[in-house]
């Protein structure tokens, strides 16, 4: 069974440091994959995707893939407290375009 | 741009009664739809996904139906609420050409089954 896995958390960070969040994928054929953002009792909001291996950055957000560790990993630079929210990862897993996501790693940025 | 809108926001039903939740998406044609559940501390939960008018497919067997009578419109149903139906019902939305397989969600319907 294709799965994404995710270190549930609280990841604790001080305002200003890089906040790192990690993502291990089971399906080697796995393409594309996804940074959700939610915030507590909102819906999830896209903020990242990343289809090739390397580093995709956008802001203070830095997306990196690793196909051959199937490794995907999300840094949030001078990390603030309104980035305080759960993160969800999501690899493309099949047919219709359907997403595998992990159950999302809740971030705590301490001012 | 586009738009996606799901009512009602906050639902309370009591056990065996129907549920009827709708999503609309506005600024795009003929995508792929999806309903997701998302329960008290655990993960997304993929319900049903559709890539036209009338086609259904489910991801999990239960007492939940989906239905797409217009394009941009997809709806979720059920004739009988359980109190395992209880969560957080997201729509979601991608388009159905090319190879760009992001899904974009709208707001939710929170729905609490007593």
């Known amino acids: 069974q294709k799965e994404v896995e995710q270190n549930s958390g609280p990841l604790s960070v001080p305002e200003g440091a890089i906040a790192s969040l990690n993502c291990t994928y089971s399906?080697?054929?796995?393409?594309?994959f996804f940074w959700y953002r939610q915030y507590s009792g909102k819906s999830p909001e896209l903020i990242m995707f990343i289809y090739s291996n390397g580093d995709k950055e956008d802001g203070r957000f830095t997306a990196q893939l690793n196909k051959a560790s199937q490794y995907v990993s999300l840094l949030i630079r001078d990390s603030q407290p309104s980035d305080s929210a759960t993160y969800l990862c999501a690899g493309y897993g099949g047919s219709q375009g359907n997403l595998i996501f992990g159950k999302g790693t809740k971030l705590s940025v301490k001012p | 741009s586009q738009t996606i809108h799901q009512w009602p926001a906050t639902l309370v039903q009591p056990v065996g009664s129907p549920l009827s939740l709708e999503c609309t998406v506005e600024?795009?044609?003929?995508?792929?739809l999806y309903w997701y559940r998302q329960a008290a501390g655990r993960g997304l939960q993929l319900l049903f996904y559709s890539v036209g008018i009338g086609q259904i497919s489910s991801e999990v067997p239960q007492n939940l139906s989906a239905s797409r009578p217009q394009d941009r419109q997809f709806i979720l149903s059920s004739k009988k609420l359980l109190l395992s139906d209880s969560g957080f019902y997201l729509c979601?939305?991608?388009?159905?050409?090319?190879?760009?397989?992001?899904?974009?969600f709208g707001p939710g319907t929170r729905l609490t089954v007593t």
């Open positions: 399906d080697r054929g796995s393409q594309s």
């Open positions: 600024g795009t044609s003929n995508p792929n």
């Open positions: 979601a939305w991608r388009t159905g050409q090319g190879a760009s397989y992001e899904q974009y």
